[in-house]
């Protein structure tokens, strides 16, 4: 297999330890794709799920390791903790090893743009002040995931591919309420103030590469159901990565296809 290689990979929203989390996907994923920087932009251990429906198998703990060996071997690895995985911000700016645990982080690029790396989640209005109800969502998503696993085995069945009725539900659903719109502009505004070019996020599980009033605003999207990242090549030019066809983990892994990865969308430096 080749390798791609990068300066920099954010990825977030993994969701370790539910049934949801495409850990086989992002494990080919990372051995597909090599970087100086690696940021895990938050809710990468669901601890949520795991105080009540655990669900740990050995390519969720092959992640972790992954991780653990990149950082040993050169790679400079942020973690930003996010709402699902917020335990771990108690360890914030504690260098572990060579892992640097922090809320926040501004990531120059190649070609001298500053950008705020953040989950998100303190932008976001459902979860920062209705927790209860950002919890029952997540059951409600939950069920919504095993529908969506059903409704994909009847369209495997009938030779259709792979759609996500859980994205389309989610994305219908908040968009009604201008949710998204309201948290690129908190998040842009933010970046805006700070006098930053940009700002890189996750939490709403939706990747996007966009310019907002002046600001560029990225999502890197989840490792659940879109399995996309966002990426930095050499000249600092941005580009978002997605795995073609997510795969579920439930499969042999002789099963499963090679990744074919395609590039989204590309933003060129910006003068
Ligand atoms: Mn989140």
Redesign the pocket.
């Known amino acids: 297999m080749t390798t791609a290689r990068y300066r920099t990979i954010w990825v977030?929203?993994i969701h370790l330890g539910t049934r949801g989390c495409q850990a086989g996907a992002l494990l080919e994923f990372l051995d597909a794709h090599d970087c100086e920087y690696l940021y895990l932009v938050?809710?990468i251990i669901d601890f949520w799920r795991l105080k009540r429906t655990p669900h740990w198998t050995q390519l969720h703990s092959d992640v972790i390791r992954k991780v653990l060996s990149r950082a040993r071997g050169g790679t400079i690895v942020t973690l930003i903790p996010?709402?699902?995985d917020e335990y771990l911000r108690r360890f914030c700016d504690l260098p572990l090893g060579n892992i640097m645990v922090t809320r926040e982080a501004v990531h120059r690029t190649a070609d001298g743009r500053l950008l705020l790396v953040v989950?998100?989640?303190e932008f976001?209005s459902i979860?920062r002040c209705h927790r209860w109800l950002a919890l029952t969502g997540d059951v409600g998503y939950d069920v919504l995931l095993v529908l969506n696993r059903w409704f994909n085995r009847a369209r495997r069945l009938l030779g259709l591919p792979y759609w996500s009725l859980s994205a389309y539900v989610k994305g219908r659903v908040k968009r009604a309420v201008s949710f998204i719109t309201a948290f690129e502009s908190a998040l842009t505004h933010e970046a805006s103030r700070r006098g930053l070019q940009g700002v890189v996020c996750?939490?709403?599980h939706r990747a996007e590469q966009r310019d907002v009033g002046g600001i560029l605003y990225c999502n890197t999207g989840d490792w659940v159901e879109s399995c996309t990242a966002l990426a930095e090549r050499t000249d600092g030019t941005l580009e978002l990565l997605s795995l073609a066809q997510p795969r579920t983990d439930h499969l042999p892994r002789a099963r499963r296809r090679e990744p074919a990865v395609a590039v989204l969308e590309t933003s060129g430096a910006r003068s």
Do not use: K, R
């Open positions: 977030s929203d938050g809710d996010g709402n699902h989950h998100g989640d976001d979860t996750g939490h709403i």
